[in-house]
């Protein structure tokens, strides 16, 4: 079955910066648009990012202008450049792959990854 491998975080003070990384197996990813997600104790998971298939990108409106989602298509990965951190993006990254209808945007795959945590300090 497909899997997702995340890396990348740790503990960082406010202001400071990470990458985020996502090596998938067994999908074709080319094809498939591709997402980052968080979820934060007690909170639902909330799409942060994704990238399609063609390199377009969407951002939360919490993350624009901080966050960069990438894809190296040959190592079947995608990437997350974090800037300027706030403790209120503290969470547990995942990645899946996106399904695209209209304005919706929602996972495709029920089986996640372990995330990657990522805290923040003020």
């Known amino acids: 079955q497909v899997e997702f491998v995340e890396s990348g975080g740790g503990l960082v003070q406010s202001g400071g910066s990470l990458t985020l990384s996502c090596v998938t197996h067994?999908?074709?990813?080319?094809?498939?648009?591709m997402g980052w997600f968080r979820q934060a104790p007690g909170k639902e998971r909330e799409l942060v990012a994704y990238i399609t298939k063609d390199g377009n990108t969407k951002y939360l409106d919490s993350v624009k202008g901080r966050f960069t989602i990438s894809r190296d298509n040959s190592k079947n990965t995608v990437y997350l450049q974090m800037n300027s951190l706030k403790p209120e993006d503290t969470a547990v990254y995942y990645c899946?792959?996106?399904?695209?209808?209209?304005?919706?945007?929602?996972?495709?795959?029920?089986?996640w990854g372990q995330g990657t945590q990522v805290t923040v300090s003020s």
């Open positions: 899946n792959a996106v399904f695209l209808k209209g304005a919706t945007a929602t996972h495709i795959y029920d089986h």
């Open positions: 067994r999908i074709t990813f080319g094809i498939y648009n």
